[in-house]
Every structure is written in structure tokens, then in C-alpha cells.
């Protein structure tokens, strides 16, 4: 059961993310990047890490694609076609991706494998709450409080250059 | 326990402090007298560096701080008082010199988190808080394509970087099963069985760390986005965000990696002969000084590499002393750089022609800091250079010393050019005589006497020798 | 909830969807017209496409809804383990939430969050 559902969302994974590199149309790719997105958190639920599917539903497809998406309204023509990529483009971007693709195959397949001991505990919200917040056994307490940090400069830093295009169009 | 916390909690006081200032109206428009108090308290911040910091360890081992990291802390602390000192003339005039103080702060809070990192999450929200905030600095520059550009730049290539960082750590995390630096080493200790995963998880998170230290072939981004953007933040990137992600290199290959040194030796070593040679071969070229001096930092950082390579006491300390120059001399240029780009808006290498006449003190002071730059013998920079070619020595690298003081003679030419363009060139109209504030004076004054005078303490030196580890 | 429940509902989710549209492709009456093809059959012409530049101003606000989008992230599993932890926890979600407030009340005073 759970491997035609991982089959299907795989195909769905796949497809998209296809789609999403070669659509023409910037608005087409965006919405085939958030089906990606949505497939991908279906992964996760499948797999039972329910909180990392959460994070990538709220996150990833609630907001970032819808900032994406914002972005693309805000450029000049975005109802426009792309223009279509070269044969020497096309090419180049195999090659690379290939080679990528190899590279980490063989590293990947040259790994010696060993089957898991003892049961698979699914990391609760609880489990991942008690981690964020113990100060002394292994918790995360101080990238936590950092974060804050990170987020308050991440909202200055946008501010600031939004504001300042946005006077200069006005 | 906190006290061991007291760097990071000053800055975090600051910028609750400024956001505070900020929103609670003020009576006076005036900015200069803000811009006064934030420097004061950027100095007060760099003073309590002074006081000796004790070893410790917090949060299970997410955060270690010792007296060679307090070192390290107030290193970046003082480069970055210096910068904003001679960001004053640039910033008097700007209406957001308040964000630009906070994205500073939280940048240089970023660097300490990441340097007191033995974790590799700690060390990757660090990284990231270093380097997202100063895209938005890298664009600050109002009505300037080119500092857009520089932005766009700088952001695209950080987040591709640490896209691959991050993959680099998490193939790391996969084959050690921890994310603690010391448990690491234990087990990545060099056995052929998984050395290809290994091989290739470390190339990632090198080429994360490339990317930040602009050594080649991770450096094409750096000459664009130091010439587009405003000359401030051009050298808090190429001296205080680059030593920063150093001194973090330096902890993670000496404590995570230290078994794998087979491994990451030659890396380095390629690398650092890649990193001087051309670097040194397109600042030959630039005209602009921003992108000469880019490039010329590129060919430093080759340098830097030499030290690390040393994987001894004398290695770090070597590096530590060079990154305290490197910050004398590189904010020396860019100061004189700084004052005159502020001043004239003039940028480039022919604009500077025949400066003696008008303007010496800044022409000596260039002089001075090329001379540092390319280890012209009584000036500090020499030393600097010295010392980590003597730990390279120590482990017998000489091909590799030979290498590099080749580039040392081929950097002189292009330093040489930019002291012949100031002192023997004509000019039809040289930049004319200007006096720069007090702020930017006082900065230079400070650059000038550590160029002079770093060289001469002994004192220096062997205090950072004592507080240094090696493999 | 065992997988086969979201294996059901993954087909009833398409089965609906999709039933719905071919239905109503089959059974609907087909009348061809330009007019059919418009926002609005009457009022006001339009003009121009539907692909227009936005202000910058409204890409603010995602901004900013995205940042609260993360904060909101961290709250989740806070919500669920305080109650073993107690004040500490309570007084950790005090200072992040304090931050990222001063960014909130920075926003608002600097006049991004004004809807133009």
C-alpha cells in the first residue's frame, strides 16, 4: 500500500518538477513548483515525519511559492513567454546535471549499507518541542533564540530595500 | 554560565538598544550625534574584549569559547568599529544609517555564534545570519543600479553556496550520526571504508567555505559585487566576513577533521596556488580600485590558506596575526579609498594620479597600506606573511612557499603601480585637497599605526602563539 | 491514521475534482460567443490583460506574512512541550517572541505595513 502511494507521489514529484524547469510560461511554472512542493510534503506525511510535512505545507507552499508568486507580478511582462533555451544550453545543462547525477549515484551506491537496528520512533511534535526548549540535554534552545535574530535582520534588511524601491517609483 | 555568552549578549543589547532609540520618537533630527553615540558604544563594545575570557563550554557543546576565540571576537569587533568609523562621511548623508548599523550588528553577532560553533547547526545558522543581512547591505546604496546588482549578486551566490554547505553537512551528519564537532572526528578517521562519501560530503562543505573565502575556483562572484557595492560594506566583506568564515574553517578542520588531514591538505594546497596565482594575475589588470582591491584580496586570502596548511600552534597563531594586519592594511586602503570615493564619487585607478601633490597624508597612507598588502619588509604585513610561510616551513612545504613568493614578487608590480600612479604620475586634474571628518581621520590614524607598529611587538605575536592549538 | 486512509483519500480527493469538471464539460450547453470569454457579460469593458505589475508594497506584506509564517512554525511544537518545561519555556518563547516584535513595531513605524 504504502509503496503505490510513494510510486505515485514520486511520478507526481517528478513530473512537476519537470514541468516546473521547462514550462515557458513563468505564472505555469510557478503552480507546477507548488504542486512539486505539495507532492513532496506528501512524502513526508507518507513517511510519518507529520511535523516536517506541516513545515513544508505552511512554509514552502503557503508561503514561499506565494512570495514566488509575488515576485513574478511585480516584473514588467511576466504574462510573456520565456524565450526557448539553445541547443547549446539544452546541452550544457544535460552534461551538468548528468555528471552531478553520476557523481553522487556512484558515491551513493558505493555506500555500504546496513540495515537499521531496533524500531523507527516517529519524532513527535512533543519530542521536537522538548528538544527546541531543554536547556541541558542536547536541546537547541540557543540556534532558537538565535533565529529570532536572524528573522529580525532578515525583516529589516527586506524593509529597507522594498521602501527604498518603492519611493524611487513612486 | 552567561558571562561566557557576554560578546554575543552585548550585541544583542545594542541592537535592542538602536531598535529602541529608533522607535521611540526623538526630539532632534540631528544625525550626526546618533551617529556619535553608536560609535561610542561600538567602541565601548570593542573595550570589553579586554577582559580575559575564561574557557567554557554551553549547551552541550553548541557553544565553546575560549580565550583564542574572545581573541578572534574582538579582532572582527575592532574591524568593524574602524569600518563604521569611516562609513561616517558615507553615512551622515543616508536616511537609513539606523538599518545599517542593525544589519551590521546582526551580521557580526551571525560570525560570533558561528565562530563559538562545535556544531554544525549552530555553525550553519551562524553562517547564514553572517551572510544574509549583508546582501541587503551590499544593495544600500539608494539610487545605484550597480549596488542593486551587487545585492542580486551577492544573495544568488551566498544561497547557492550554502545550498551546497548544507548538503555537504548533511551527508556529513548521515555517515558520523552526529552533529558535534568532537564526536565527528572520532569518527571520520581516515579508513577506506566509506572514504568516497567522505570524499565527497567534505568537497561540499569546502566548496561552502570556498565560496565565502572567495578562494579560486569559488571566487567569481567577488571583483562584481565588491565594485557594485558601497565601499564600506566592500570592506567589511573582503576583511571581517572573510577572516570570520578563516578562523570558523580553521576550529572545523583542526577539531572535526583532524584525522582526515590526508584528505584535506592537498585540497588546500591546490587551491591556495590556484587562489594567489590568479588572483594576482587579474588584479594586474583592474582599474577600478574596488576590484583591484577584490582581486587583490583574493590573491590574500591564497595566503591565509599557506597558514592554514601549517595544521600546527604556529599555523593559527600565524593566520590570527595576519587576519590583525590584514584588518590594519586592507581597512587602510579601503579607508583612503572610502574617503576619496565619499568625497569625489571618483573610483578609479586614474583618478588617484598625482594625489601626492595634493593630497599626502592619504597618498602615504596608501602607500603604507600597499606596501603592508604586498610584505614589503618593514611594515607589518611582511611579518604577517613571514610567519605563516615559517608554519607551511615547519611541515616542509617549501614547493608550495616557492610558489607563493613568486606571487609575492608578482603582487609587488601591481601595488608598486597604484604608489607610482600617486607619487610620479601627472595629472591634469588631480583630486583636489579635501579634509575628511574627524571619524575617518581618527580610523586611518589608528590603520596607520598598526601598520607601523604591529610588526615591531613581538608581544603580539606570542601572546596569540600561546592561546593557539594545532592537530 | 494508517496509510490506506490517505491512499483513499488521495483518490477521492482526484475522483471529486475530477468528476466534477468532466460532468460539467459534458452535460453543460455550449454556446460560442466572445462575450462568453469576459470577466464580467455586462458593465464596463475591460482593459488591458490580467497580467499587470503589482506595487512593490504588496510584495511587503507577503515578506512579512512569510517571516510570521516561520515564527508561527516554531510556536507549534512550544504549544505542545511547554507544559513539561514550565516557566523556562514560557520565559525562551518570551524573548524570540520579543524580538521578532520590535521587527513587527519597526515595520510598522518605518510605514510598511500601510496599505497604498
Known sequence: MKAILFYIFSVLILACGIFTVTSRKIYRAAIFLLLTVVSVAALYFLM?????GVVQLVIYAGGIVVLILFAVLLTHDSGSLLPPLGVKRTVATFALTGTGLTVFLYTILGRKVEPGS??????????????????????FVLPFEAISILLLAAMVGCIVLAMKFSKTMN | MLVLLRYEFILVALIVIFLLAWLIPGKSEDRSLSLFWINVLLFINFLFGFIPVEEGVLFNNMFYTNEAIGVQKMLLN??????????YDWLKSNRNAFEFYLLLISTLLGMFFMISARNLLMLYVGLEMATLPLAALAAFETDSKRSAESGIKL????????????????????????????????????????????????LLVFTGFGFKISIVPFHLWTADVYEGAPVSITSYLSVISKSSVVFVFISFLYIALKNMAPLWIPFLMVTSVLTMTLGNIFALRQQNMKRFLAFSSIAQAGYILIGILGASALGMSSVIFFVL???????????????????????????????????PMLSLLLLLSMFSLAGVPPTAGFFGKLFMLMAAAGKGYYILILIAA???????????????????????????YFRSSIYSRIALVICFAGIILTGFFSGIFDYFYSISFGI | ?????????????????????????????????????????????????????????????????????????????????????????????????????????????KGALKWV
Not at chain 1, 531496533?118 to 536541546?139: A, C, H, R, T
Not at chain 2, 548538503?167 to 552526529?178: D, K, N, P
Not at chain 3, 511587503?60 to 512541550?81: C, G, Q, R, S, T
Open chain 2, 155 to 202: 544573495i544568488l551566490n551566498s544561497v547557492l553556496s550554502s545550498a551546497i554547505f548544507l548538503f555537504g553537512l548533511a551527508l556529513l551528519y548521515g555517515e558520523t550520526g552526529s552533529l558535534h564537532f568532537s564526536d565527528m572526528a572520532g569518527k571520520l578517521t581516515g579508513n577506506p571504508d566509506g572514504y568516497r562519501d567522505t570524499t565527497l560530503s567534505l
Open chain 2, 406 to 432: 613568486l606571487n609575492m614578487i608578482i603582487s609587488l608590480y601591481y601595488y608598486l603601480r597604484i604608489i607610482k600612479s600617486m607619487f610620479m604620475d601627472k595629472s591634469e586634474s588631480p583630486i583636489a
Open chain 1, 118 to 139: 531496533g524500531e523507527f520512533n516517529e519524532p513527535s511534535v512533543k519530542m521536537i518541542g522538548g528538544q527546541l526548549l531543554d536547556l541541558y540535554n542536547f536541546g
Open chain 1, 48 to 52: 510519518e515525519y507529520t511535523f516536517l
Open chain 2, 325 to 359: 594586519i590584514y584588518i590594519f592594511s586592507n581597512l587602510g586602503a579601503f579607508g583612503v579609498v572610502s574617503v576619496i570615493s565619499a568625497q569625489t564619487g571618483k573610483e578609479n585607478l586614474d583618478d588617484y594620479k598625482g594625489m601626492y601633490h595634493t593630497n
Open chain 3, 1 to 109: 491514521m494508517g496509510t490506506e486512509s490517505l491512499l483513499v483519500l488521495f483518490f477521492a480527493g482526484l475522483f471529486f475534482a475530477g468528476a466534477a469538471l468532466i460532468v460539467s464539460a459534458l452535460i453543460h450547453p455550449t454556446s460560442k460567443n466572445p462575450q462568453k470569454k469576459e470577466p464580467y457579460e455586462c458593465g464596463i469593458q475591460t482593459i488591458g490583460t490580467s497580467k499587470i505589475q503589482f506595487k512593490i508594497g504588496y510584495y511587503l506584506f507577503a515578506l512579512i506574512f512569510l517571516l510570521f509564517d516561520v515564527e508561527l512554525i516554531f510556536l507549534y511544537p512550544w504549544a505542545v512541550a511547554i507544559k513539561d518545561f514550565g516557566v523556562i519555556a514560557f520565559i525562551e518563547m518570551f524573548i524570540f517572541l520579543v524580538i521578532l516584535l520590535l521587527g513587527l513595531v519597526y515595520a510598522w513605524k
Open chain 2, 78 to 87: 575592532f574591524g568593524a568599529l574602524i569600518i563604521s568609523l569611516q562609513a
